[in-house]
């Protein structure tokens, strides 16, 4: 896939794709050292007060704080800007002008959206594991059973736990790449699903939705609650793998048939 | 379409009830108690204790009008054995709405250290505070 | 075969007709011009020929691959020149050889650096090079002269010529009326989306123009006039092409009249392009 492997080239030479892989990679350490220096403990956000206690409670913590502002923001940076960049560049026609079809660069660039925001998930759940272990050591984490959970438990289920907030990650993505596409700005595209996440976010804490909540692409981002325990269950995160399936589908369908059919003026 | 999607949420809100009811809060507090409890008894010094020896019980609800829903005017009060005692406790909870809770032990009966009487170590009550979370999918 | 040819072209932007019913045809291997007013729908046509817009109606056949740039041609500031056209030729099944299409636009010594430092005179040998790179049949340019110095216009003169006599065709839409003259050997005139007149750039040339005429004796002169006369404080005024305008000047010989000057009020071009397009 041509377009996917230059596309990958491209974004890595872009600076705010590298200002995001910097914010991910010591936003953690970062955060971890603050907490050391200070006393009180973040008790509000779950993990928050066992950060002193088990070195696996930070990237929980971090984990519940990111996956409803810093994941879709950093999903948003790349794939809210892929399409509207050439638009801001003024490369689309030097980039619809070579052999590949507009179908084979959407395709590409999709992909290559989506690959860099595993990429930026993956960087940030090794980063605040390990913050979190050099800030607290790896005694057991009382998981949200009651019950404290060992060593290699923890390790895998804080892994678990990050690669479940893949599929709203790309759900974003994807409304991201719509609205990039249809607004063809970058600003708009960046700017307009973290909008849409903090309006879905505020219809949630309403409470008034009921279990009407689980359509909204922001509450997969907390099926991992289910999983740090030690009896885990399942069915938040099937039904979120769903609801961000249903998202993207909705989202990349019309994205595509956009691009396929716009004039480039 | 913009009313379309307006109507989605409004129409899925009139038709879902919410999962945070006294029945389902009630044995998420249960299990995360038991596990507290056993944990503070081991930094207490005592051997280790199977949660489900204590045969807890839960009663958990609102004070406020509602009767479930997300809210700060939960309470559980629960009942459990343990050395052949029988002993109750009140916690005070906050559900949010994303199905998470917080508990608050009375400090009356929920010291903020629990100290190992042999070693003197001193540790953080697993009581005082404690946090669970329950299954709100479809 | 021609290398584009086009009939009966429409497209609309928002209620705003940009082509309206435009033939087209480019003989292969030849520089074409492209001229007319702002507004007249040459971007769009360009447009059309690399296939960013999607045309309403008509029928438009290209013989071969198209490269090129409409406006501005854009690249990534964040890479270099090279690092641009290496993501280019990425996306082409065979494409030309970079150093060789840097060195022809003349850009080899700054390939390295990043384009967002570049004057837009770079630039745009840099979207001449990304369109050479495609290894095309037809290179579209509009404006190529914008931005560049004196000296850069005659460099890319000098390109496009090369480019020509290498067999390429090369549409040119240009404001620059010198450009055309010595670069284009037909020219399709547009006007509010329709093509107003083609042909050689000497056959446009040979359209009537103005002339101001003195002569030995002015009343007879009129008298042997072969179109109507204006009259006009320095002598004859009148409007006629360059064949109309031999014959009087060999009337006039043959009548004993001398000719003391005959001078075109402008240049033939811009005076048969402004009534073209009127």
Redesign the interface.
């Known amino acids: 896939m041509?377009?996917l492997?230059?596309e990958l080239?491209?974004l890595r030479?872009?600076?705010r794709i590298r200002a995001a892989f910097a914010l991910s990679l010591l936003g953690p350490p970062l955060f971890a050292l603050v907490l050391g220096a200070q006393t009180g403990l973040p008790?509000d956000t779950?993990?928050g007060?066992y950060v002193k206690?088990s070195g696996f409670a930070l990237p929980l913590l971090v984990l519940g704080f990111a996956g409803t502002w810093v994941l879709p923001l950093l999903t948003s940076v790349v794939a809210g800007d892929v399409f509207a960049t050439?638009d801001g560049?003024?490369?689309?026609?030097?980039?619809?002008?070579?052999?590949?079809t507009r179908a084979e660069?959407f395709a590409g660039k999709v992909m290559a959206a989506a690959l860099t925001s595993v990429a930026l998930l993956s960087v940030t759940t090794l980063s605040s594991l390990v913050a979190g272990l050099a800030l607290a050591g790896d005694r057991p984490l009382?998981?949200?059973?009651?019950?404290?959970l060992g060593l290699g438990r923890a390790t895998a289920l804080v892994v678990a736990s990050w690669a479940s907030e893949l599929p709203p990650l790309l759900g974003f993505a994807a409304l991201a790449v719509l609205l990039s596409i249809w607004t063809r700005s970058s600003l708009a595209g960046v700017g307009g699903p973290l909008l849409l996440g903090l309006v879905m976010q505020l219809?949630?804490?309403?409470?008034?939705?009921?279990?009407?909540?689980?359509?909204l692409l922001t509450?997969p981002f907390?099926a991992w609650?289910?999983l740090v325990r030690?009896d885990p269950?399942f069915?938040?995160l099937?039904?979120?793998a769903l609801v961000s399936l249903a998202w993207a589908v909705g989202c990349l369908v019309p994205a595509r048939r956009l691009l396929l059919?716009r004039?480039?003026? | 379409m913009k009313r379309l999607l307006l109507a989605?949420?409004l129409l899925?809100?009139s038709?879902?009830?919410?999962?945070l009811t006294p029945q389902r809060v009630g044995p998420s507090f249960v299990?995360?108690?038991?596990?507290?409890y056993?944990?503070q008894q081991r930094l207490l010094g005592r051997d280790p204790i199977a949660?489900g020896s204590l045969h807890a019980l839960a009663s958990c609800g609102r004070t406020g009008r509602d009767v479930d829903?997300?809210?700060e005017d939960w309470t559980c009060s629960v009942q459990y054995v343990d050395l052949a005692t029988a002993s109750a406790q009140v916690f005070e909870l906050q559900v949010k709405?994303?199905?998470?809770w917080?508990a608050d032990g009375t400090p009356a009966t929920q010291p903020p250290q629990v100290v190992d009487p042999v070693t003197l170590i001193a540790s953080?009550n697993?009581l005082v505070?404690?946090?669970?979370?329950l299954?709100?999918?479809? | 075969m021609a290398a584009v040819e086009a009939h009966r072209l429409r497209k609309t932007?928002d209620g705003l007709t940009a082509l309206d019913g435009l033939d087209l045809m480019v003989a292969p291997g030849t520089v074409h011009g492209l001229l007319g007013p702002n507004g007249a729908g040459k971007t769009t046509l360009l447009?059309v020929l690399?296939?960013?817009?999607?045309l309403d109606a008509g029928e438009c056949r290209v013989d071969g691959t198209?490269?090129?740039?409409?406006?501005?041609?854009?690249?990534?500031?964040?890479?270099s020149g090279r690092?641009n056209l290496?993501?280019?030729a990425?996306?082409?099944?065979?494409p030309g050889d970079i150093a060789e299409v840097l060195e022809r636009v003349d850009l080899t010594d700054r390939a390295d650096t990043k384009v967002g430092g570049w004057s837009l005179g770079m630039r745009q040998r840099l979207?001449i090079a990304?369109?050479l790179l495609?290894r095309p049949q037809l290179l579209v340019l509009d404006e190529p002269a914008n931005g560049l110095d004196p000296l850069g216009a005659r460099q890319l003169r000098d390109l496009i010529r090369g480019l020509a006599a290498d067999g390429l065709t090369v549409l040119l839409c240009s404001h620059d009326l010198t450009e055309v003259d010595v670069l284009c050997e037909d020219v399709t005139v547009m006007a509010r989306g329709r093509d107003v007149w083609r042909g050689p750039v000497a056959g446009l040339r040979a359209r009537p123009g103005r002339c101001l005429l003195a002569t030995s004796d002015d009343p007879r002169a009129r008298a042997l006039a072969p179109v109507p006369l204006d009259e006009s404080e320095s002598g004859l005024s009148f409007v006629a092409t360059t064949d109309v305008v031999d014959a009087f000047v060999l009337a006039l010989a043959g009548a004993g009249i001398a000719v003391r000057s005959l001078e075109r009020e402008s240049l033939p071009l811009e005076q048969a392009l402004r009534e073209l397009v009127a």
């Open positions: 041509k377009v492997r230059w080239v491209r030479a872009q600076p008790k779950l993990f007060r206690e050439e560049h003024g490369t689309w026609q030097s980039l619809l002008t070579r052999s590949r660069v009382p998981g949200l059973s009651g019950t404290p219809l949630a804490l309403l409470g008034t939705l009921g279990s009407a909540v689980n359509v509450t907390a609650h289910g030690a269950y069915g938040p099937w039904q979120g059919t004039d480039i003026t | 989605v949420p899925l809100a038709g879902c009830a919410t999962p299990q995360v108690f038991t596990g507290r056993a944990e949660p829903g997300p809210g709405p994303d199905g998470c917080k953080t697993p505070e404690f946090d669970g979370c299954d709100t999918s479809w | 932007f447009r690399l296939g960013l817009v999607r198209v490269g090129g740039f409409v406006e501005t041609p854009g690249a990534w500031p964040y890479l690092q290496e993501v280019f990425g996306m082409d099944d065979a979207g990304a369109g495609r």
